[in-house]
């Protein structure tokens, strides 16, 4: 079935660093990827959608500058936090879809903690 | 606008027993509608979909939902329940038109099984 890695599982990095997280689907071309957010205990916030080649398109409120991402390829998208605040530690989760409709499949997520 | 509401945060069953989670949606037309399972730390696995047909929909790990349009609710249900399955449940709705194939969450409803 559908594979999506998601790497790394966690990340420590100190505030005014920036940090890259990784989306690869490992068995199918992801035409297109989804990044959310979630807090603790919470539901995920849809924070931007991605296709292949090109530009993303932010939900309203997620800074563009603040979450880069890219989609350069059919298997792997990126989402760098640049200069991160404590206020940016959250989960973040990747999901990928193919030429399926609602073929979505979910990385395991990212734990980042910004210190 | 599309949205989901998940009306209870925590239930607690014991093993064995029955399990209902309530799951109410709101959208114009017929939706395309989910059902995931997050273990902490963990991402998303799909348990079951429903975009059209049958209205009773058979998932993984013996889960069932049933789509009534009349009530806007797609609940899910397991006739027995184990302990392996305390986790959080997420039911989502999802544009049934369009390209804009964009989930929308619920706030998730928290299983606890006693032994």
């Known amino acids: 079935g559908a594979v999506v890695s998601q790497h790394p599982s966690w990340v420590i990095c100190k505030s005014g660093t920036s940090v890259k997280i990784e989306c690869r689907s490992l068995?199918?071309?992801?035409?297109?990827m989804f990044w959310y957010r979630q807090f603790p205990k919470q539901s995920l916030m849809l924070m931007a959608t991605?296709?292949?080649?090109?530009?993303?398109?932010?939900e309203q409120g997620v800074e563009k500058d603040k979450f880069l991402i890219n989609h350069a390829s059919l298997t792997l998208s990126t989402l760098t936090v640049t200069s991160a605040h404590p206020e940016d530690s959250s989960f973040y989760i990747c999901?990928?879809?193919?030429?399926?409709?609602?073929?979505?499949?979910f990385g395991s997520g990212t734990r980042l903690t910004v210190v | 606008a599309q949205s989901v509401t998940q009306p209870d945060i925590h239930i607690t069953v014991s093993e064995g027993a029955s399990l209902e989670l309530r799951c109410n949606y709101s959208?114009?037309?017929?939706?395309?509608l989910f059902w995931y399972v997050q273990s902490p730390g963990q991402g998303l696995q799909l348990l079951l979909k429903?975009?059209?047909?049958?209205?009773l929909v058979q998932g993984i790990k013996g889960f069932e939902a049933e789509f009534k349009r009349s009530q806007s609710s797609f609940n899910l249900r397991k006739p027995s329940v184990h302990w392996s399955d305390a986790a959080e449940y997420f039911c989502?709705?999802?544009?049934?038109?369009?390209?804009?194939?964009?989930?929308?969450f619920g706030k998730g409803t928290l299983l606890t099984v006693n032994p």
């Open positions: 068995d199918f071309q992801a035409t297109t």
């Open positions: 959208y114009g037309a017929t939706p395309y």
């Open positions: 999901s990928a879809s193919g030429t399926t409709i609602y073929g979505y499949t």
């Open positions: 429903y975009f059209s047909g049958d209205t």
């Open positions: 989502a709705v999802g544009n049934s038109g369009g390209s804009n194939y964009k989930l929308t």
């Open positions: 991605s296709n292949e080649g090109s530009k993303a398109t932010y």
